[in-house]
Structures are given as C-alpha cells and as structure tokens.
C-alpha cells in the first residue's frame, strides 16, 4: 500500500482558488491511478477526479471546467486545482490510490484501496 497526505485545503471565498497536494510515498507511485474524493457533512463520500498512470483523467461533472487533475511523478505528488469554487464545494477532500492497476481510471470508492486522511475546503458565500 501506498501512504497518501493531503494538503493546500483551507477557507476561501465563492469563486476563489484552491490547489490541493497529494504526497504519497513509495518508488511506484507512477503506476497508480489517483482520485480525489469529497465528503460533505451528512453525505456521503463521492468522486471528484481521477488520473491514470498514463495521465488520462475524468473529473465529476458537477466540477468539470471548474477543477483540474495533474500528477507529477518526479515528485509523488497529485494535485487538484480547484477554481471558481462554490458553496456547495465545502468538503473534507480525499486523495486516494487504486490498487487495480494504473492505466486506467476508476470512478468508485471501492476502486481505491489507499486513502489520505483528508484536508478540509471551506467556501464561504
């Protein structure tokens, strides 16, 4: 397994920017596929982006145009760069690593199989 820790989240106002970093350990971090995740308070946890070990990403769309995916292998790092960002944004995020093999992207919680503890974004209107 893969250890993940977020950072970058904090409070921001409606149509601001926010970019969220995902370090994660371990020389084979290139062959995951990555996700971001959201879980607002009383919901449950739901998908926000994906990138694949060859770099082909998906995001939800309830933020495509609005948030980008990228991984830098070099680094260990995935991020997601949110802009114009909305109330409805506010979330605990969640970076998280798939285990099923990294060319392609995976949409489902259950498809990941390392998870981040999390970093709060707090939009205000």
């Known amino acids: 397994q893969v250890q993940l820790v977020e950072s970058g989240g904090g409070l921001v106002q409606a149509g601001g920017s926010l970019r969220l970093s995902c370090a994660a350990s371990g020389r084979t971090f290139g062959q995951y596929t990555m996700g971001w995740f959201r879980q607002a308070p009383g919901k449950e946890r739901e998908f926000v982006a994906t990138i694949s070990s060859r770099g082909t990403n998906y995001l939800a769309a309830s933020v495509k145009g609005r948030f980008t995916i990228s991984r830098d292998n070099a680094k260990n790092t995935v991020y997601l760069q949110m802009t114009s960002l909305k109330a409805d944004d506010t979330a605990v995020y969640y970076c998280?690593?798939?285990?099923?093999?990294?060319?392609?992207?995976?949409?489902?919680?259950?498809?990941?199989?390392?998870w981040g503890q999390g970093t709060q974004v707090t939009v205000s209107s």
């Open positions: 998280a690593a798939s285990g099923r093999g990294g060319i392609y992207y995976y949409t489902g919680v259950a498809d990941y199989s390392s």
